[in-house]
């Protein structure tokens, strides 16, 4: 999945982040604000992990992110134009 769609819908990527690494922060979460390298460093520091690390957990965390209601799926009536 591309980072971008996940930045967009960081509030809620925000929640599956948290339920998957619960050591990081309310706090944590409003500094990052959807960045990716933000993330990584977040996860360097709180879990003491190499940046090859982090960078793998967060591709894992990206692949299986699952917009819970794609845009194809949206009513029409929400869709943006």
Same mark, same amino acid.
């Given at each position: 999945?591309?980072?971008?769609?996940?930045?967009?819908?960081? +509030?809620?990527? =925000?929640?599956?982040?948290?339920?998957?690494?619960? +050591?990081?922060?309310? &706090?944590?979460?409003? =500094?990052?604000?959807?960045?990716?390298?933000?993330?990584?460093?977040?996860?360097?520091? /709180?879990?003491?992990?190499?940046?090859?690390? =982090?960078?793998?957990?967060?591709? &894992?965390?990206? /692949?299986?992110?699952?917009? @819970?209601? @794609?845009?194809?799926?949206?009513?029409?009536?929400?869709? /943006?134009?």
């Amino acid at each position: 999945m591309n980072w971008d769609i996940i930045e967009g819908k960081w +509030k809620q990527a =925000a929640g599956l982040a948290k339920a998957k690494w619960g +050591k990081l922060t309310d &706090d944590d979460f409003k =500094a990052i604000a959807g960045k990716r390298d933000q993330l990584i460093g977040k996860l360097q520091e /709180r879990y003491g992990l190499a940046k090859d690390q =982090a960078e793998k957990q967060l591709a &894992d965390f990206e /692949r299986d992110f699952h917009d @819970p209601q @794609p845009m194809d799926k949206q009513p029409v009536s929400s869709r /943006r134009k």
